[in-house]
């Protein structure tokens, strides 16, 4: 940065290379584009684009493969987790990580997801919880807050019938196999950047070995929740929040001693 | 090179070895299972990967990843296991990608039981998955060609980016029989173009099934079929027995293509000119064999352990030009040759009735024989 521009303006913000040059193909105020962005930046700072297959999943989220300028792949609905395994135990020195939602992740794919966990999988997990099925127009998931309307929970979800919702980052956490398990949001800059570190610590985890690493990553959905983004946004504040209170459900000793 | 006494499932699972096979994922099912047990032990103790995993979908979704690095990777498992496995046989299809599976069937439909069967014919040969698609299908009748089959499944696979599935059964899996195993292939140190391994000094690579555009969509249709009629052209495999004087052919597939050349040879013993055709590839089917010994034959009789499964192929080929007739046991009871032995001799009189549908007529027979 020599040129005589650069005194005058200083860049401080720019598209990582490791995000392609795509328009997005996310509704208004969606926070995946955030989250895309997040990792995109890790990897880069990692340098670690080039060793970094991405496995996406099922939902508004199958074209992550569109954004970033890394190896991908796009598993079956809640498999991403397998197929993160099967990359990884063949390039076992690769760095590879799952892009998934709530209703990829904590439904159809429940028992993946905690059978890679359970097996201690040196794969890293991004999960977006927007408390529904995005891509199929707002349905009820198993993350959806008891009360919320769905287009399959019309009067609210009723626990009696629909039973409650899965803390995911809570069940994770608990499994001996786990190494880093935490829960972050998306809903202000203060909680964008501790969700970055988070991510950070996240591939450190997997860089160094240390086995299977899942940031939970609140998020909203203002289409299908029927808000407008800043509302969405404090919707995710005051009501996600409460059920799904932020923190770490499991750091490894290991992984205590990551300093960033 | 020596021959041993191998089990079929372990003499499959150390040919894969040999033929260079990098991750195995499977489940426990019987009468699979051994191959499972064998790999656990060998593939570690050779530094290649192992996987016991959580569920069939899982496994085979494994193996889809795993395919994903331009590896030779494979998985086993037995029908109920194998109906499981069917979403990820799909999308592999679907992206394009190398990988062996192995069938060893069972009695069903449901859990059935743990006795051998070939009520996997439909769901393997004609689809099982969604969509346009065709799996290669290899079809072992010993210990042997199973170990030589799959061997080729591997080579196939990639030859084809397509899925490969040896077809056996409980029997197969669980004789034991001499043979000789393949030579070691080294692994593969140079992987397709295709193969999502970094991109490292090269432009990004994404492998997926999905395409929202019809067009496209459609597009990836028409290359599996114009590949589909490749593998039909160069790869279909098929072993005949005593055709040459032969007026009636048997027809039948692995383990009831063994037996019913027991009960071919008693016949000829006894002066009855009665030959063999066995399918090697289910998957091309060998119409044109077929076809041809249609043309030649006084009358077909296709021999299967399920109610006639490829029976409809082999109509389908031989194109009314005579009588096919059918005899199959199911649920897992195998017949005793001596069955179709009777069989052979009854086509061989004549006169048969021809009404109908030849699996109406055998379910009449078999009525009258309770």
Not at chain 1, 132 to 158: C, E, F, H, I, W
Not at chain 2, 168 to 177: A, K, N, R, V
């Amino acid at each position: 940065m020599t040129d005589n521009m650069t005194e005058l303006e200083t860049l401080v913000y720019e598209r990582p290379d490791t995000l392609t040059e795509v328009n997005t193909h996310y509704c208004p105020g969606c926070t995946h584009g955030v989250a895309h962005r997040l990792i995109a930046e890790v990897l880069e700072e990692m340098g670690l684009r080039e060793k970094t297959i991405g496995v996406a999943s099922v939902g508004c989220s199958v074209f992550a493969y569109n954004y970033f300028n890394t190896d991908f792949v796009q598993a079956p609905h809640g498999r991403a987790p397998a197929m993160a395994t099967g990359i990884k135990r063949t390039l076992p020195d690769h760095t590879v990580f799952t892009y998934q939602g709530d209703g990829d992740l904590a439904s159809i794919g429940a028992a993946e997801i905690t059978h890679a966990a359970a097996r201690g999988e040196n794969i890293t997990v991004i999960f977006i919880n927007n408390t529904n099925y995005g891509m199929t127009g707002g349905q009820m998931a198993p993350t959806t807050l008891p009360g919320q309307k769905t287009t399959t929970s019309v009067n609210g979800r009723d626990v009696e019938s629909q039973g409650y919702p899965i803390r995911v980052a809570e069940f994770l956490g608990n499994l001996d196999g786990s190494s880093y398990v935490v829960r972050r949001a998306l809903h202000d800059p203060k909680n964008i950047r501790l969700a970055k570190k988070a991510i950070r610590t996240a591939f450190e985890v997997q860089q160094r070995g240390l086995g299977f690493s899942m940031v939970e990553l609140l998020s909203i959905c203002p289409t299908n929740w029927g808000m407008k983004p800043t509302e969405a946004l404090q919707w995710l504040a005051d009501k996600m929040v409460t059920y799904y209170p932020l923190g770490d459900y499991k750091v490894n000793p290991a992984v205590a001693e990551i300093k960033l | 090179m020596t021959r041993e006494l191998m089990k079929g499932n372990e003499a499959v699972a150390e040919a894969a070895i040999r033929a260079g096979v990098t991750a195995y994922f499977g489940y426990p099912i019987t009468p699979q299972t051994e191959l499972l047990e064998y790999m656990s032990r060998r593939m570690p103790e050779l530094g290649r990967a192992f996987v016991q995993a959580e569920s069939e979908p899982a496994a085979i979704n494994m193996v889809y990843g795993a395919a994903c690095t331009g590896r030779r990777v494979m998985t086993s498992s037995s029908s109920p296991g194998v109906s499981l496995m069917m979403e990820g046989i799909s999308y592999i299809a679907g992206t394009e990608l190398p990988a062996v599976i192995v069938d060893v069937m069972r009695g069903g439909p449901g859990l059935g039981n743990i006795a051998p069967a070939q009520g996997d014919y439909n769901q393997i040969v004609h689809g099982g998955g969604h969509g346009d698609y065709h799996a290669i299908v290899l079809a072992p009748a010993t210990v042997q060609e199973s170990v030589d089959l799959t061997v080729l499944a591997f080579d196939l696979a990639e030859k084809y980016r397509s899925v490969v599935v040896v077809l056996t059964d409980g029997s197969i899996g669980q004789m034991m029989e001499p043979c000789e195993m393949p030579p070691y292939q080294e692994l593969k140190t140079k992987f397709p173009e295709w193969a999502t391994t970094g991109a490292e000094g090269r432009d990004r690579r994404v492998l997926t099934s999905i395409n929202l555009d019809p067009a496209a969509q459609e597009d990836t249709n028409f290359r599996l079929m114009y590949r589909w009629q490749e593998i039909e052209a160069n790869e279909i495999r098929v072993k005949q027995y005593y055709m040459d004087d032969a007026k009636i052919a048997v027809v039948g597939f692995g383990s009831s293509g063994r037996l019913a050349l027991s009960a071919v040879r008693a016949a000829r013993a006894e002066g009855i000119p009665v030959g063999l055709i066995r399918p090697i590839t289910l998957s091309p089917f060998p119409r044109q064999v077929i076809h041809e010994a249609a043309k030649k034959m006084d009358s077909l009789l296709v021999v299967e352990t399920n109610a006639g499964q490829m029976l409809e192929d082999v109509m389908l080929a031989g194109e009314n030009q005579c009588p096919v007739e059918f005899y199959g046991r199911m649920g897992g009871v195998v017949p005793y040759p001596d069955e179709v032995l009777d069989e052979i001799k009854r086509v061989a009189k004549g006169n048969l009735d021809t009404q109908g549908h030849p699996r109406d007529r055998w379910l009449k027979r078999m009525q009258r024989n309770k």
